[in-house]
């Protein structure tokens, strides 16, 4: 079943679901059922698992003043 999310209508309130087929989606906050779905950024799993706290090669927020974020397997904000 997949997730997808949603923005009511009469709230303007976003959220995520999980639908299945027959579902019928009406909005948590105000109960709305007039909902537009959004195109979702679908997620990558790149198998660094201790650094997926952020979004560079080390796991910080910021990525770095010039790319490459790092040089091999070797994040710069580690040399």
């Known amino acids: ?6 923005r009511c209508r009469n709230c303007n309130a976003t ?16 109960g709305g059922s007039s909902l537009d779905k959004l195109l979702s950024a679908p997620i990558m ?12 090669c080390c796991g910080r927020e910021e990525r770095c003043d ?8 070797t994040c710069r904000h580690e040399l």
């Open 15 to 30: 959220f995520e679901m999980l639908v299945r087929a027959s579902t019928t989606v009406i909005c948590p906050h105000c």
């Open 66 to 73: 010039t790319p490459p974020c790092s040089v091999g397997e």
């Open 45 to 56: 799993l790149s198998g660094r698992t201790a650094r997926q706290a952020g979004r560079t």
């Open 1 to 6: 079943m997949p997730i997808y999310e949603y």
